[in-house]
């Protein structure tokens, strides 16, 4: 099956044996059209990522990772519980630009019929700007705080989500006239996000693993009316969307 590009009349047409086709290598400089023809080419390799147009290549996962990761999908999954229609997706491609195509640890985005920037492609990849995205990153030095946050704050991402493993520390930053800000927390360590009401997140509980206290924050933000005016507009923009027969 040929692969859609949102940004060439081109398709990218996979194969399982490539003729020809260079093999990835991290730090190789390339088009996202000539990352994804290479990665296609590559099915063992699950997690390749393109940065302002540099390859990076996966390592294996650690427990230090993959934990943080489950936890901020417990919470990202939850606070969709409340509010239907929204979509969100784990370790997904993302076809940000035409030099970066990250595959976010997390994405929480907002349907095409409330406005939502992101769109999923007819071969299934999401393609533009998720509302919101996190990344689990080892220290400040990290990637995820520099080219990938440089990335995608140029390309319209709301709220970026950074949890520092070795600095036992969680990042917010909102996008406010085109640039990233740090989000304060309130007096109780609690991040709220703008661009889904309701979504509240208890930093500490989240640090020290007490789910029970990071779904507390987040029934009490969805508790609220702002919370309710915002999945009436989902709901309203769900009902515009054609049923398919």
Known sequence: MSVADPLTT?????????????????????????????????PEVKKAELIEGIVYMPSPVRIV?????????????????????????DNSTCRLDGANEPQPDLMLMLPASAGGAARIDEDNYVSGSPELVCEIAASS??????AKKNAYERNGVQDYIVWRIEDGAIDWFELVDGRFQPLAADEKGRFRSKAFPGLWLDAPAMLSRNLAKVFAAVDE?????????????????????PQQS
């Not at 020809?20 to 080419?41: C, K």
């Not at 609220?224 to 969307?241: G, N």
């Open 10 to 42: 081109q398709p990218i047409v996979p194969t399982s044996a490539p003729s020809g086709v260079p093999r990835l290598q991290n730090g190789d400089r390339l088009t996202r059209i000539e990352f994804e023809r290479r990665y296609l080419a590559m």
């Open 65 to 89: 990772h993959g934990e943080p990761h489950a936890t901020l999908a417990g919470w990202i999954v939850y606070y969709a519980s409340k509010a239907p229609g929204l979509r969100f997706a």
């Open 141 to 146: 030095v990290s990637i995820d705080l520099h």
């Open 221 to 241: 933000g969805t508790s609220t009316p702002e919370h309710a005016a915002f999945a009436k507009r989902l709901a309203e923009a769900a009902s515009r969307v």
